[in-house]
């Protein structure tokens, strides 16, 4: 849907987010436009002087059962392989 009155902004994307931008599409002919007022934007971010001000005052940020995810996560983490050992 195009409207004569309505304004344009040119923009330049990476490949990788006019492919992920391309591939969010419903349909073919549905603009980017379209796909952009359709995404979801979170609410909850922070930033990073809020997160150091969080840390300082030791407030939590994450809850228990994200934190045990999180330490799961981490002991089943290992490094990756190293290409340039002797094998």
Same mark, same amino acid.
């Given at each position: ?19 992920? +931008?391309? *591939? ?14 359709? *995404? ?22 994450? !809850?228990?059962?994200? +934190? ?9 983490? !290992? ?5 340039? *050992?002797?094998?």
């Amino acid at each position: 849907m195009h409207s004569a009155c309505m304004s344009a902004k040119t923009i330049s994307l990476k490949k990788q987010a006019y492919d992920r +931008l391309r *591939a969010a599409r419903r349909y073919p002919g549905e603009s980017f436009s379209e796909v952009v007022l359709r *995404a979801r934007w979170p609410e909850d971010t922070m930033t990073a002087a809020e997160l150091l001000e969080r840390a300082r005052t030791g407030e939590r940020r994450f !809850s228990d059962e994200e +934190l045990d995810r999180i330490e799961a996560v981490t002991k089943r983490d !290992s490094p990756p392989e190293d290409k340039w *050992a002797a094998r």
